[in-house]
């Protein structure tokens, strides 16, 4: 045995002398393993009596107190070392990561060592060479809560205690929870080293268990601070002690403390100075040095504690989108409550984040539901036979609208859907009667009215229809004359909610008869049995308003035959009047709370567009395509790849499809039976869609055969309007986008092909009325944005994420305000908000960061650089410029645009603001600049020139100005509106020609840049 069983006791021994240091190196007697476990190390805490732990912050509180590392806003990494009177040191590493969202992470490393052991002997007193100590190494966590004045923190650690070769491992344990109970005033308390035994051979020795506690104070605007406070290990008596911190100067901090230990027995040259304690803190930048002398026993000496704290990567407070997203996290996880209160920190931090204005209105319904007080009524109607989206605006279709209905009942649990009637067209198709009315037996309809449609088709032949499908129908005005009509549906809405249904169905003929004479007898004898009566009414709000104050015990009313659909509802008396609008473009939800009486209290009421972003039922879709034939007639060459690249332009000539002159066939309802497939049938009428769509392949053949025999023609009878398509790049495959009689123009296609925009004006008498359209060509769609009433849109520009754009509108005043619009949803923001002043022209960054704008708030026009909700907007140019065309290159480091100084005109000099330095240069001077574009982060082309313009190639790295373009013909006046696409190696310039006063599209393709024609005939197409 080459060490004897009293060497290894030696740890023991040593313990014990260390033991008389106690916490922190104090006066005590005892006997304990890992005496390290009690003494805290840090600089900071020695000097203040050994009790700071209230008031420690970042890594120095990791093993001490771990609640602690909430309390600073910057990662830190520290280094301590410690120099015992025995002769003993001790040195630390700890680095500690504060988060904002998911609490403080700490990690850290300690090591107490003796050193060798002098006049160290074996058992038969032969000098040996031993050293002793102890090592640890573990992680922490701490996490705030109630705003910052609760936390709570734990700390593990790996524990290794070593003489020579022999080795002791165990696991302990910190926990400590820190408040703050006002501003000044904190408090914490710590439990000390739970954990396993440590064994040497035969010998088993406990941790250390303690109990620490501290209170601190922090006067004088933090200039002082004390502290106190008291700890008692297993081991040890109670240990008490205290301190004080003046700062002077933020540089510097002076502290003294003292350290008091209950002692059994005095010891033999204890003195009044044991227990004093002294230290000073430097800041440096970053940097912390801190420096702390503590007064041991006479015969034990001093000791000395050397700090160096490095701070880094300041955490930078959540702003409006980061309490959003966690609001949005919060609503998923049912916390409606907190999901509220963190919303609405979003909106102080930004006022118009329109999203959390929805998620609290939503968190609050979801609270509603939960206390089962909400009753809601799903109302369509006025549909009008569109079973499929129109073709016009991409609103309405029977698959979107059973999507939403089931995503509607998922939200709302307690509800009734209804129709208010008009489900079909005016002219008569049993065939759609028969679909239709299946469809919405499989949307689960309540009720459905009689409309003024079904009505001038055959109400009997439609109730026979709607019955055979097992849709409940109704109209109690209708009820006496058709024998088996519904007058009345009582039906529970879920939870313990009765609402009986109405119908009033409005004839076309002059009637004496007033509509609430037939209903009062009906609703009067249900009034007391249910708790809401819903008329459903195929007239206006007006005529719904004269029933409403006749009947004034009526709660809701849905009317069947208005146009334009209810945003918000009519209040007549009590009663709640709705429309969903026309055509099926949108369904209502009028949403009722109820109190413990189950009385209506408040309500709150909303239309869902029927749109291109609305979910829909895969089932329904399938059923309608089979009778639609959409789809079967698309040419081939029309197929969408959202990979490729797309040139967007305008066209006189239809390129998709052929109208013949004679199309007689389809006339004739048997041959269109036999077009489809299908045993003709002389009693019921030809699907008019079919019949249509019989038509469009018949047109799309005819110009197939145009096309292969070289023949070129206008469509007859063409479009008289400028209609948009999209072609790509790569393959020449072309897509028509606009289907209107309007004249259409300024296409443009956003960063990820997924969407087109443009503007289309129509005249209406000797006005011109004028809208922005997106078209979504995965879906196959044309949607009309909303825009403010009486308003013209004079510029717009995609947003960096393809899912809203920026819209500048000129109002009644003759001022313009630039707005952000969702165009797959409802919602837009006014982003300027500019009273006295107008905004011209806009454009995105493809980044997402900025927008660019210019204005002529401050003198001319000059242009102005902002974040995409318009704040904090930063002019580029000084002076009195008038400045127009600004774009930002394909990276969103670089802006260009044209200036000039002296005419309020849309050329001029060249300019590029480097957005990263905000460097400003002027590219061209002197020559007049028009139009620009990028094809990559270093180049560009600009039109160049006043009679005779000419396209030029920039490139920023030499600053080099090349023409693009050789000249086709002497006689050419101007080239315009550059479109260069980069595909691969290979660069591709579209751009148009002026030729004695016709225009022609032209592209090159580089490296040659010899101009070939896009499309032969002058005059027909163009780029904007």
């Known amino acids: 045995m080459p060490i004897i069983r009293l060497l290894l006791l030696l740890p023991i021994l040593i313990s014990a002398q260390l033991s008389l240091l106690g916490e922190d190196g104090d006066n005590s007697a005892g006997m304990a393993v890992m005496t390290m476990l009690k003494y805290s190390g840090e600089a900071r805490n020695t000097a203040l009596g050994g009790y700071a732990g209230s008031l420690m912050s970042g890594s120095e509180a990791v093993i001490s107190n771990p609640a602690r590392l909430t309390s600073q806003n910057r990662s830190d990494i520290r280094f301590s070392h410690t120099e015992l009177g025995t002769g003993l040191r001790t040195d630390k590493v700890a680095i500690a990561f504060p988060t904002y969202e998911y609490g403080a992470f700490a990690f850290e490393w300690s090591s107490f060592r003796s050193g060798t052991i002098?006049?160290?002997?074996?058992?038969?007193?032969?000098?040996?060479?031993?050293?002793?100590?102890?090592?640890?190494?573990?992680?922490?966590?701490?996490?705030?809560?109630?705003?910052?004045?609760?936390?709570?923190?734990?700390?593990?650690?790996?524990?290794?205690?070593?003489?020579a070769d022999y080795r002791a491992k165990g696991f302990a344990v910190n926990a400590s929870v820190n408040g703050r109970f006002t501003?000044?005033?904190?408090?914490?308390?710590?439990?000390?080293?739970?954990?396993?035994?440590?064994?040497?051979?035969?010998?088993?020795?406990?941790?250390?268990?303690?109990?620490?506690?501290?209170?601190?104070?922090?006067?004088?605007?933090?200039?002082?601070?004390?502290?106190?406070?008291?700890?008692?290990?297993?081991?040890?008596?109670?240990?008490?002690?205290?301190?004080?911190?003046?700062?002077?100067h933020p540089a510097l901090a002076l502290r003294a403390g003292y350290s008091w230990k209950q002692q059994k027995e005095a010891l033999a040259g204890a003195s009044a100075l044991d227990g004093m304690r002294f230290g000073v803190g430097l800041n440096i930048s970053d940097f912390k040095i801190n420096y702390a002398f503590s007064q041991l026993h006479s015969y034990l000496g001093a000791s000395h504690v050397f700090d160096l704290s490095y701070s880094f990567n300041q955490i930078v407070p959540p702003g409006a989108d980061d309490y959003l997203r966690r609001a949005q996290r919060q609503f998923r996880e049912t916390r409606y409550e907190k999901c509220i209160s963190t919303a609405e920190t979003a909106l102080r931090l930004n006022p118009n984040l329109w999203q959390a204005y929805a998620l609290i209105e939503e968190a609050r319904r979801m609270i509603k539901i939960r206390e089962g007080s909400l009753v809601s009524i799903f109302y369509t109607g006025n549909t009008n036979g569109v079973f499929v989206p129109s073709i016009d605006n991409g609103l309405g279709g029977l698959a979107r609208r059973s999507g939403i209905l089931k995503s509607l009942r998922n939200d709302y649990p307690y509800s009734i859907t209804v129709d208010a009637g008009n489900l079909i067209s005016v002219d008569p198709?049993?065939?759609?009667?028969?679909?239709?009315?299946?469809?919405?037996?499989?949307?689960?309809?309540?009720?459905?009215?009689?409309?003024?449609?079904?009505?001038?088709?055959?109400?009997?032949?439609?109730?026979?229809?709607?019955?055979?499908?097992?849709?409940?129908?109704?109209?109690?005005?209708?009820?006496?004359?058709?024998?088996?009509?519904?007058?009345?549906?009582?039906?529970?809405?879920?939870?313990?909610?009765?609402?009986?249904?109405?119908?009033?169905?409005?004839?076309?003929?002059?009637?004496?008869?007033?509509?609430?004479?037939?209903?009062?007898?009906?609703?009067?004898?249900?009034?007391?049995?249910?708790?809401?009566?819903?008329?459903?009414?195929?007239?206006?709000?007006?005529?719904?308003?004269?029933?409403?104050?006749?009947?004034?015990?009526?709660?809701?009313?849905?009317?069947?035959?208005?146009?334009?659909?209810?945003?918000?509802?009519?209040?007549?008396?009590?009663?709640?009047?709705?429309?969903?609008?026309?055509?099926?473009?949108?369904?209502?939800?009028?949403?009722?709370?109820?109190?413990?009486?189950?009385?209506?209290?408040?309500?709150?009421?909303?239309?869902?567009p029927v749109d291109a972003s609305s979910p829909e039922d895969e089932a329904i879709a399938h059923a309608l395509r089979s009778f639609s034939l959409k789809g079967q007639i698309e040419p081939q060459d029309t197929t969408f790849n959202p990979d490729d690249k797309w040139l967007p332009f305008v066209s006189k000539y239809d390129f998709t499809s052929y109208y013949g002159k004679r199309m007689d066939s389809t006339q004739i309802d048997s041959v269109v039976w036999l077009r489809l497939g299908r045993e003709a049938d002389p009693f019921t009428p030809a699907f008019d869609s079919a019949r249509k769509a019989i038509r469009e392949a018949d047109s799309v053949k005819v110009a197939s055969d145009m096309k292969r025999g070289g023949q070129v023609r206008m469509a007859e009878p063409g479009d008289t309007t400028n209609q948009i398509y999209i072609q790509s790049v790569r393959s020449g495959k072309k897509r028509r986008l606009s289907f209107n009689r309007r004249r259409n123009r300024e296409p443009e296609i956003n960063y990820q092909n997924t969407g087109v925009l443009f503007f289309a004006d129509s005249i209406r008498g000797s006005k011109t009325i004028t809208d922005l359209f997106v078209y979504f060509p995965i879906y196959n769609i044309t949607k009309r944005l909303e825009r403010e009433q009486n308003a013209t849109p004079l510029s717009a520009a995609w947003s960096a994420e393809g899912d809203a754009v920026f819209v500048v509108e000129k109002e009644r005043?003759?001022?313009?305000?630039?707005?952000?619009?969702?165009?797959?949803?409802?919602g837009r923001i006014n982003i300027s908000r500019t009273k006295d002043a107008s905004e011209y022209e806009v454009t995105a960054s493809p980044d997402g960061k900025n927008i660019a704008f210019t204005s002529d708030k401050e003198f001319g026009r000059p242009v102005y650089i902002s974040d995409v909700y318009g704040e904090k907007p930063l002019r580029i140019m000084d002076g009195h410029s008038y400045c127009s065309n600004p774009i930002f290159s394909p990276g969103g480091r670089y802006l260009a645009f044209t200036s000039n100084s002296g005419r309020n005109v849309n050329y001029g000099d060249l300019m590029l603001h480097d957005i990263k330095t905000g460097r400003l240069d002027t590219l061209i001077s002197g020559q007049p600049v028009h139009k620009v574009a990028w094809s990559d982060e270093n180049t560009l082309f600009a039109v160049q020139g006043e009679k005779i313009t000419d396209i030029i190639r920039i490139t920023l790295s030499d600053r080099s100005f090349v023409r693009h373009t050789e000249r086709s013909k002497k006689d050419v006046i101007s080239e315009q509106y550059p479109r260069p696409y980069l595909c691969g190696d290979t660069l591709k310039v579209f751009y148009e020609q002026v030729i004695d006063g016709k225009v022609e599209v032209l592209w090159t393709e580089s490296p040659s840049n010899r101009p070939m024609k896009f499309y032969a005939q002058p005059d027909v197409v163009r780029l904007r």
């Open 118 to 163: 002098e006049n160290a002997r074996d058992i038969d007193e032969n000098p040996v060479s031993v050293q002793t100590g102890d090592i640890s190494f573990g992680g922490a966590y701490a996490l705030s809560f109630l705003d910052g004045n609760l936390s709570a923190g734990l700390h593990a650690q790996f524990l290794q205690s070593s003489l």
């Open 183 to 248: 501003d000044a005033i904190s408090g914490s308390i710590a439990i000390r080293n739970i954990g396993s035994q440590i064994s040497y051979v035969d010998t088993n020795e406990s941790l250390p268990l303690g109990l620490t506690g501290s209170i601190s104070a922090v006067i004088l605007n933090g200039k002082a601070a004390f502290v106190a406070g008291a700890a008692k290990f297993a081991d040890d008596p109670l240990n008490v002690g205290g301190g004080i911190e003046a700062t002077p």
């Open 429 to 608: 198709d049993t065939l759609m009667w028969d679909v239709g009315y299946r469809i919405h037996k499989e949307m689960k309809y309540t009720a459905m009215n009689v409309g003024q449609n079904e009505v001038g088709s055959s109400v009997t032949a439609v109730k026979a229809v709607a019955e055979k499908a097992g849709v409940p129908i109704l109209s109690s005005t209708l009820s006496a004359t058709v024998k088996g009509l519904e007058g009345r549906i009582i039906e529970s809405a879920g939870g313990g909610y009765k609402a009986a249904v109405f119908g009033a169905t409005v004839l076309r003929t002059k009637s004496k008869l007033d509509p609430a004479t037939l209903l009062r007898p009906l609703m009067n004898p249900v009034r007391d049995e249910v708790n809401l009566i819903i008329l459903l009414f195929s007239g206006t709000m007006e005529q719904a308003r004269v029933i409403a104050r006749a009947l004034p015990y009526i709660d809701a009313i849905v009317c069947g035959a208005e146009k334009a659909p209810s945003y918000s509802a009519v209040q007549e008396g009590r009663t709640l009047i709705v429309s969903p609008g026309k055509d099926g473009s949108y369904v209502g939800v009028l949403t009722l709370n109820f109190n413990k009486e189950k009385k209506i209290t408040g309500f709150r009421n909303k239309v869902i």
């Open 813 to 826: 005043d003759g001022k313009s305000e630039l707005y952000l619009q969702a165009v797959k949803s409802k």
